[in-house]
Antibody, heavy 117, light 110 residues
Framework: EVQLVESGGGLVQPGGSLRLSCAASGFTISNSWMHWVRQGPGKGLVWVSHIKGDDSATFYADSVKGRFTISRDNAKNTLSLQMNSLRVEDTALYFC??????????WGQGTMVTVSS | QAGLTQSPSVSTGLRQTATLICTGDSNNVGNEGVAWLQQHQGHPPKLLSY???NRPSGVSERFSASRSGNTASLTITGLQPEDEADYYCSAWDSSLRAWVFGGGTKLTVL
């Protein structure tokens, strides 16, 4: 069964850092297109970042460019999101997502990030 | 980054048909494949349709999607109580080089 399990969320002060992880099972992330998508409390879905399966090129939303870094550890079959210089507006539930057929196919349950003083 | 446009809410009767609309432009909906997702309260989204009108295995035939120009639509026939959820459209924007979502439509089944 294909499954994604996020971890690493929590409460952090503005300006702080946090590293999210996503453990994948049932497939290999090394050749998969993987994304992070977030959802603020009571808000809609917002794409954050993705890493391509073929050449590992990375893409970021303007709102996180220069602050967040997506990466993957093929040996551990894990996707990560390093988040620096966090802002109050980064508060959200962060989903790890596997792209298939050109769409957001498989979703994890999400990990909550709260940025507050 | 600009997103796609969806009506905030739609209300339709039980066993009736609901049509949800998603509007974009030639850089996203009009050129790239549109996907539709369903999200029930407290749960992660679920893919309902991809590349404009394809349904993943396991998704009910009551859900069908289409695209005309810069507008995509999701039609749900024979509405059931469990169809009450938030529905999002998404597409790759080739100009922004970013994925964009609609703001979501909350479907209420009366």
């Amino acid at each position: 069964e294909v499954q994604l399990v996020e971890s690493g969320g929590g409460l952090v002060q503005p300006g702080g850092s946090l590293r999210l992880s996503c453990a994948a099972s049932g497939f290999t992330i090394s050749n998969s297109w993987m994304h992070w998508v977030r959802q603020g409390p009571g808000k809609g879905l917002v794409w954050v970042s993705h890493i391509k399966g073929d050449d590992s090129a990375t893409f970021y939303a303007d709102s996180v460019k220069g602050r967040f870094t997506i990466s993957r550890d093929n040996a551990k079959n894990t996707l990560s999101l390093q988040m620096n210089s966090l802002r109050v507006e980064d508060t959200a539930l962060y989903f790890c997502v596997k792209e298939s057929v050109g769409a957001f196919d498989i979703w994890g349950q999400g990990t909550m990030v709260t940025v507050s003083s | 980054q600009a997103g796609l446009t969806q009506s905030p809410s739609v209300s339709t009767g039980l066993r009736q048909t609901a049509t949800l609309i998603c509007t974009g432009d030639s850089n996203n909906v009009g050129n790239e494949g549109v996907a539709w997702l369903q999200q029930h309260q407290g749960h992660p989204p679920k893919l309902l349709s991809y590349r404009n009108n394809n349904r993943p295995s396991g998704v009910s035939e009551r859900f069908s999607a289409s695209r005309s120009g810069n507008t995509a639509s999701l039609t749900i026939t024979g509405l059931q109580p469990e169809d009450e959820a938030d529905y999002y459209c998404s597409a790759w924007d080739s100009s922004l080089r970013a994925w964009v979502f609609g703001g979501g439509t909350k479907l209420t089944v009366l």
